[in-house]
């Protein structure tokens, strides 16, 4: 707009001039045709009588006497008397004597002389002369006429006759035109120098005020950007302005508010308003790309709490939740501000501390963990206690990225949560490989299912009074193709942590009942067949199901099937759902042993509240028993409790004549022990049960028909 004003100025100036150059010299030529005009006039001599138009401008110039000759031809009077009028011209005067013979205008008198004052030379107008036409016309001529090599603005009066015939010209001149025009040309070049001097000037100064006056919008505009890019700018500056700046300084904090909160719930977890998983991992990434630039060590702890799930299942997921609550306090109070807390999942905090070269801090605060989160949490009257475990990774001489960190700390969770009891695990090499060995067992094992590598054995429970066989133990075999035999403690666990132990235990459960029935067809009394059943089986809402449509495919008697469980089955698992699948199968008729008896997680209110039949006694009560009075007391007082509460007990891992002897006088009702016979496959049963009763010289057992079909699945 300003430079568009200062252009129409410069234009309108330059016109102005142009206008006002063209009056001036339209004045200077009116002025010395006036002044010429009244001196030819006024002077009695002359022979002129002018004529004038309505501005009286001289029009023509009349001669007194009818003598063209005389009066034009007495050229020292009439120069004389152009001199005087010369004088009071800045211009030159010229008189011209119109010739009939050749047609044109020869001057006679001049007041024009050469730079030296030398007359100037003659000269006629002629034909072509610019003002040729409007003389002989009888017209004055106003303009541009060629003097010499020159251009001269002029006016140009005929003289004519008093009969108004043509006699000649006066001829007065102001200059040079071209004089004029260059003047004219300088002035305008002034004008227009100024003018582009006074546009840069507005421009420049324009362009500084523009600047000044936008520098708040372009701080707006970058805190603006800030926002977008997920940066939390301290304050939205300008706020206190009461103008359109401060509107948008406003609409601004009112989208950072929104911003604030958008952020802590896309990042926070509802629960405990600890980090949740999101912020875990952009947290991670974020102190893992400092700690490999150098700037400090840090370590990630991967806590866990044992048996939260019962806490869940027993007292609902509200007090769940309360208690989470609660435990995230207490882990903020010991972490303090500087460590970055989040719960990635269920019972799952982790905990990210800079600035933790060896891990002193982590190793300190997992105690002072264990110690304040294994004390109770009070909901209302009910007191809660929780069982941390910790896995500890140290950053970054344990992972350079991510995904690495969080696997390392799960796993020393994992090797933390393997000791059964509140702990913390640093994260080692070791740790690794044995990792690695189970991913390869975990495809191996796959493979096997499909290959049919898995087989069963069978291990004799016999009676100690009479050596009667009165059941037999289904224990899985694998002999890998590429590894050889593999133990069932080698695989099972990592069949149950990946979940194939549902396919594995499915197998035992389908191939021991195909084998119970293919003995009853035989003719072979066992007794029953003992199973081992895992927990993770036990959390199958289907499980008792798809043991009544096993039996049913092979047509057994429920009571020919018993399942083991260990203690463990309590672990992670609420006791209403192992107290449900139990009942379940109680109803199915099928029999239940607590396997293991004394080894593990033992609380004696399972034996009497749950419905087992058989306890089996832990090995390692009857290992040394012989020699060690102490163990022999634990292992009889074992067997007393399970046989007062009714049950069946079985002794495990009897390997000697004196451990068998032991068995039987503390009244056991069955052993299973190498010294009977080591699991075997199915067919080497009766040559195994013969040979043990022969060197004991007990009865013979009866070889089984060679075997008929059982019945098949529909
Ligand atoms: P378990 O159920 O307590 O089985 C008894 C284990 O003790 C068997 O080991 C058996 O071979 C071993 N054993 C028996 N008599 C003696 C003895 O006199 N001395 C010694 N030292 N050991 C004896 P195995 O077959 O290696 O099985 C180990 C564990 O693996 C089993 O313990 C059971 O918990 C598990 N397991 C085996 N088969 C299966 C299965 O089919 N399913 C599930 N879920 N677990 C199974
Ligand atoms: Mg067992
Ligand atoms: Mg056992």
Redo the contacts with the bound molecule.
């Keep these: 707009m300003v430079l568009c004003s200062i252009g129409c100025i410069a234009a309108l100036s330059y016109y102005e001039n142009s206008r006002t150059a063209q009056e001036n010299a339209t004045l200077q030529i009116d002025g010395a045709a006036r002044t010429a005009a009244a001196m030819l006039s006024l002077e009695t001599s002359s022979p002129f009588q002018p004529e004038f138009d309505n501005s009286a401008r001289p029009v023509a110039y009349i001669l007194k006497d009818g003598n063209v000759s005389s009066q034009l031809g007495s050229s020292a009077m009439l120069t004389e008397l152009i001199k005087a009028i010369g004088f009071s011209n800045q211009g030159a005067v010229n008189l011209f004597k119109w010739s009939e013979a050749t047609q044109s205008f020869d001057r006679f008198a001049t007041t024009f002389t050469k730079p030296d004052g030398s007359p100037a030379a003659s000269f006629s107008i002629e034909a072509g002369h610019p003002a040729y036409a409007d003389l002989t016309a009888g017209r004055p001529y106003e303009g541009k006429v060629p003097v010499r090599n020159t251009q001269h603005l002029a006016y140009l009066v005929p003289v004519l006759t008093a009969d108004r015939d043509l006699a000649g010209a006066v001829a007065v001149d102001v200059g040079r035109a071209d004089a004029l025009q260059a003047d004219r040309e300088r002035l305008q070049g002034k004008i227009l120098a100024a003018a582009l001097l006074i546009l840069a000037g507005a421009v420049l100064i324009g362009g500084l005020l523009l600047r000044f006056e936008l520098r708040p919008l372009r701080r707006l505009a970058k805190t603006a950007e800030e926002l977008a890019s997920g940066k939390q700018p301290d304050t939205i500056p300008f706020c206190d302005r009461g103008d359109e700046i401060g509107d948008l300084a406003h609409g601004l904090e009112k989208v950072m508010d929104l911003h604030d909160k958008l952020q802590k719930l896309a990042y926070t977890d509802p629960v405990t308003t600890a980090g949740n998983r999101t912020r875990y991992f952009a947290d991670l990434s974020k102190i893992l790309r400092e700690a490999k630039s150098g700037k400090y060590c840090a370590s990630l702890l991967h806590l866990d709490f044992n048996g939260f799930a019962k806490i869940n299942d027993t007292f609902g997921q509200q007090a769940g939740n309360r208690v989470l609550l609660q435990a995230y306090a207490r882990l903020a109070g010991i972490f303090g501000p500087r460590a970055k807390i989040a719960r990635i999942s269920g019972d799952d905090f982790c905990v990210l501390l800079p600035f933790d070269g060896e891990g002193t801090v982590a190793e300190d605060k997992a105690l002072q963990t264990i110690e304040e989160l294994s004390a109770p949490f009070h909901l209302e009257n009910t007191e809660i206690r929780i069982e941390p475990c910790i896995g500890i990774a140290l950053l970054p001489q344990d992972a350079e990225d991510v995904e690495t960190a969080h696997r390392v700390a799960g796993l020393a969770l994992r090797a933390a949560k393997e000791a059964g009891e509140p702990c913390y695990r640093f994260f080692t090499a070791p740790l690794n490989e044995r990792v690695q060995t189970e991913m390869l067992t975990e495809t191996l094992l796959r493979a096997a299912l499909k290959t049919r590598q898995l087989s ?2 069978y ?1 004799p429970q016999l009676n100690p009074t009479d050596g009667r066989l009165i059941g037999l ?4 075999r694998w002999r890998s193709e590429t590894r050889g035999f593999i ?3 080698e695989f ?1 666990p990592i069949a149950e942590k990946t979940g194939l ?1 549902l396919d ?2 499915h197998f ?1 459960l389908e191939e021991a009942c195909k084998q119970a029935a293919k003995w009853i067809q035989a003719g072979f009394e066992f007794g029953h067949i003992s ?4 927990p993770i089986q036990f959390r199958q809402q289907s499980f008792a199901r798809t043991v009544r449509e096993i039996l049913a495919s092979y047509g057994l008697a429920p009571q020919i099937l018993c399942l ?1 469980v ?1 203690e463990n089955v309590f672990v992670d698992t609420s006791e209403k759902m192992v107290l449900d699948v139990l009942s379940e199968l109680q109803e199915i008729g099928v029999q239940l042993s607590l ?2 008896f004394g080894s593990g997680y033992s609380s004696l209110i399972y034996l009497h509240r749950l419905p087992f039949q058989e306890l ?1 006694i832990d ?1 390692v009560f009857l290992s040394d028993a012989c020699s060690d009075p102490q163990k022999e007391h634990l292992f009889q007082a074992i067997a007393g409790l399970g046989r007062s509460l009714g049950l069946r007990v079985i002794a ?4 000697t004549a004196q451990e068998f002897a032991l068995c039987s006088a503390h009244r056991c009702d069955g052993i ?4 009977c016979s ?2 075997v496959p199915a067919h080497d049963i009766p040559a195994r049960l013969n040979a043990f009763h022969q060197s004991f010289d007990l009865p013979r057992v009866t070889k089984p028909r060679a075997s008929r079909p059982g019945k098949r699945r529909a």
């Design positions: 069963l054995h291990q133990e289904a224990l899985i133990p069932p403690g099972i132990i594995v235990g035992v199973v081992n059943v895992s083991e260990t396997d293991d089996k090995r495990e891992g009897a390997e299973q022990g190498y010294f080591p699991p």
